[in-house]
Every structure is written in structure tokens, then in C-alpha cells.
């Protein structure tokens, strides 16, 4: 046994090292390069994840780990309307991971401070050295997140946000992408201080793969919404990372709705540090035959009285598969916590699946924590009702669908933003109908 956990070892740090053999960090000031190192040596130690890792088995991370990134054809949408296009927000655009000045919009009519990573990284000194890499490294613990350490060494571009009262438009990072053979890195830094708020939106295929880190520092009374759609892009690959640290009182919320893609990986890291703070990480997922996505999240609860929610539905057809991995663990501090999780897939077929691993972990006597998963077909006496009121059964199957999956959807705050993403999956569904 020893003798093959040394061979795994051993098997990992040369893949690793192949993978980094003329790849040479990006030059820059004393505060970037320092937190790039650091990463490097992360991700040397840790080495770059496998089939074999407990919190990789449901996916296969080889696509997201070959030295050059898998082909993915574009997607022409045909004339559909931008995602968010209602919304007054400020457009930050992103083509294959590099910033377009020409599509964006000017950042200062946000009302808050925005620098490019790629610019601000080259000082010496930086407000951003105390979260870039930072909360990515706390995030390491209990469980290796090594495409996260990737992303804090080799990312070039980025926006770094710091909010010090409320925000007077969202922000919302547009991903592009216009190569078939991209493969894009962007790191995000978010500082909120004591009271201020902000939105921000992202949406976009980003690349042929795409890999981020969204590190972000609620402090103690702040608010921070996020809203984040992925598609429609087809064979696109990407896998996220969400790092969040809620002070006292605060509030951290967080949706994603993904539809097509060939591999999603999402996972989101958050720790509540101050009594009293809220953190509500919510997903949906559509998806139809080859699509695998996948949302792993771990909470920590390191302060008491802190509530926190995990709601993910998925709904699935034609051999699709789905992953949910979500764990809540409650240290001997955090006394009076809330803490809850839901996971339900509707599967439209017998060769699609739902694969899941909730996890509870407890070390305080007085909390009340609960998660639960499902995962079933639509229901025939609802459809049998609708049918019965003269809907035909593709529409009535598409309601019961929406109705499955409105309560992730309840979880966004702004009510234009949750009825924009409502109207594109009714779309989604619509499409696939047809298909």
C-alpha cells in the first residue's frame, strides 16, 4: 500500500512538472510576483488533480489538465439578445481572456474603484496583496483545489474591484470567445468594505477552456450578489473557482445557471468568519446529451449564529450528467448556526444521471444543519393534470420543468436578473423541444 501510494506520488509530481516544463510566470511587481510563487509552490506540492482524488471521481479532469486546451467549435446565437441587456450595468468585456477596451464600458461609471490585474500587477505595492492568491491559499485546506493555485500563478488578466459604499450600477464581466483553440486564465479580486454593496454579473463562454478564481472579501456589514450565467457555446470546457470570506452581519450570494457545454466544473469556498453572516450559494443546471457539469462546494462555519444555504437543481436528457458535492462543516465556535443544503436533479430519461455526495461535519453541540438530495422523473400526476386542461405535453413538461427549478431561481435577489434567466431557459427548453 505504501509502495503504490509513493508510485501515485510520484506519477503526479512528474505530470506536474511536465505540465509547467516552459511555462514561465508572468513578470510583474514585488506583490504579484511574491503571491505567484507562492501559488507555484503550491501547486508543485499538491500537484495537479486526477481521477484518483476523492472530490474528482464523478469528473474527469484530463480535458482541464492537458498542456493544450481541446478544440470548440463557436457558436453563432443567432440574434439573441445579449444576456442582461435590460439591465443598466457596466460591461467589462473579455475576449479569449484578454480585456477589449473597445467593447467596454468606461469602469469608473460604476462608482467604485476597477483596475485591470494586468496593469495594477505591476506595481510594487497594491491594495490587492492582501486577497490576491490569498483566499485561494486558505481554500487549499481541507482539500486540494490545484486548477485554483494554476490560475493564481499563470493569470495575466482580471479586473481587481474594491467598494468602499454602494455600487450605482452592477459590474458585469462579459466572456467572449472567438477561438476555437483558446484557452483563457482570468483572476478576480472583490474588496468590499464595512457597509458597501455591489453586484456583479458574469456571463459568457469565456474560451475553448476557461479557468477563474473570483476571490472575494465581504467585510462586516457589506453586501455582495452575484449573478453568473455559462453557455451557450457547446463544446466549450471551464472550470471555476469561487473564494469567499463574510465578516459579521454580512451578506454573500451567489447563483449560477449553466446550460450546454461539453465540461463545467464549478466550485465555490466559503468561510464565515463574523457572527451573524449569511452566505446563500445557489445553481441550475440544463442539460442534453454530452454535458457534464458539476458544482462542488464547501462552507465552513468559523463564527456563530451564521446562516448559510446549498440550493442546486439540475435538470438532465439524453445521457447527460450531472454532479453536486457539497459539504458544511460547523467548527466549535460557530454555536447557533443554520445551515442549509438541498441537491435534486430531474433526470428526462433512464441514461442521464445525477451523481452526488452531500457532507455534514459537525463540531458545535447547539446548530441546526440538514441537507438533502433527489433525483426522479417528472411527475405524471401533475403532467396528467396539465394534459387534462388542454396543454399540450411538451408545454406542460417545460412548466413542470421551470417549477422544478424555481426555487434555486428564488435565491437571486433582483427579480430582473432571475426573470431574464427564467425567460432564457424557458428558451433553452423550447429549442430542445424541437430538437
Not at 441537507?371 to 411527475?379: K, M, N, P
Request: negative net charge; proline residues 3%; aromatic residues 6%.
Amino acid at each position: 500500500m505504501v509502495a503504490r501510494r509513493e508510485l501515485v506520488a510520484r506519477q503526479r509530481a512528474e505530470a506536474t512538472e511536465a505540465w509547467l516544463d516552459g511555462r514561465d510566470l508572468p513578470a510583474g511587481g514585488a506583490w504579484a510576483t511574491t503571491a505567484r510563487r507562492e501559488a507555484l509552490v503550491r501547486l508543485r506540492t499538491l500537484g495537479l488533480p486526477d481521477r484518483r482524488d476523492e472530490y474528482w471521481k464523478y469528473t474527469d479532469p484530463r480535458s482541464l489538465t492537458e498542456r493544450e486546451a481541446p478544440s470548440a467549435a463557436l457558436f453563432d446565437p443567432a440574434g439573441e439578445p445579449a444576456m442582461f441587456h435590460e439591465i443598466d450595468r457596466v460591461k467589462l468585456v473579455f475576449v479569449d481572456g484578454v480585456f477589449d477596451a473597445a467593447q467596454s464600458d468606461d469602469p469608473s461609471l460604476a462608482g467604485v474603484e476597477i483596475e485591470r490585474l494586468a496593469e495594477a500587477s505591476q506595481a510594487d505595492i497594491h491594495w490587492a496583496r492582501e486577497l490576491f492568491g490569498v483566499l485561494e491559499a486558505r481554500g487549499q485546506e481541507p482539500v486540494p483545489r490545484t486548477l485554483a493555485a494554476v490560475n493564481t500563478a499563470f493569470a495575466e488578466d482580471g479586473v481587481l474591484i474594491r467598494v468602499t459604499g454602494k455600487a450605482e450600477r452592477p459590474v458585469s464581466l462579459i466572456y467572449l470567445h472567438n477561438s476555437e483553440t483558446s484557452d483563457a486564465l482570468l483572476h478576480h479580486c472583490v474588496r468590499l468594505e464595512p457597509g458597501a454593496e455591489l453586484t456583479l454579473l458574469e456571463n459568457g463562454p469565456g474560451a475553448a477552456r476557461f479557468c477563474s478564481v473570483l476571490e472575494v472579501d465581504v467585510a462586516d456589514g457589506a453586501r455582495f450578489n452575484h449573478v453568473r450565467t455559462q453557455g451557450r457555446d457547446h463544446e466549450r470546457r471551464a472550470v471555476t473557482h469561487v473564494f469567499a470570506r463574510v465578516g459579521a452581519s454580512a451578506a454573500f450570494k451567489s447563483f449560477t445557471a449553466t446550460v450546454n457545454g461539453r465540461l463545467t466544473r464549478n466550485e465555490a469556498v466559503v468561510e464565515m468568519a463574523g457572527a451573524r453572516g449569511l452566505a446563500h450559494v445557489a445553481g441550475a443546471a440544463l442539460g442534453d446529451g454530452a454535458f457534464h457539469q458539476d458544482d462542488t462546494v464547501f462552507i465552513t462555519h468559523a463564527a456563530e449564529e451564521c446562516e448559510t444555504r446549498q440550493v442546486f437543481k439540475k435538470v438532465l436528457r439524453n445521457g447527460a450528467v450531472g454532479v453536486f458535492q457539497g459539504k458544511i462543516l460547523v467548527k466549535q465556535a460557530a454555536q447557533l448556526t443554520d445551515g442549509y443544503q438541498i441537491s435534486q436533479s430531474l433526470l428526462l430519461d433512464e441514461q442521464s444521471q445525477f451523481l452526488v455526495k452531500p457532507e455534514l461535519e459537525i463540531y458545535a453541540d447547539d446548530v441546526k444543519c440538514s441537507h438533502g438530495s433527489t433525483s426522479g422523473a417528472i411527475d405524471l400526476t401533475q403532467l396528467f393534470y396539465l394534459r387534462t386542461r388542454g396543454m399540450p405535453r411538451e408545454e406542460a413538461e417545460g412548466l413542470l420543468v421551470l417549477a422544478f427549478l424555481a426555487e434555486a431561481l428564488e435565491e437571486i435577489e433582483d427579480e430582473r436578473l432571475a426573470d431574464d434567466i427564467r425567460a432564457r431557459l424557458d428558451g433553452w427548453l423550447l429549442r430542445h423541444r424541437r430538437a
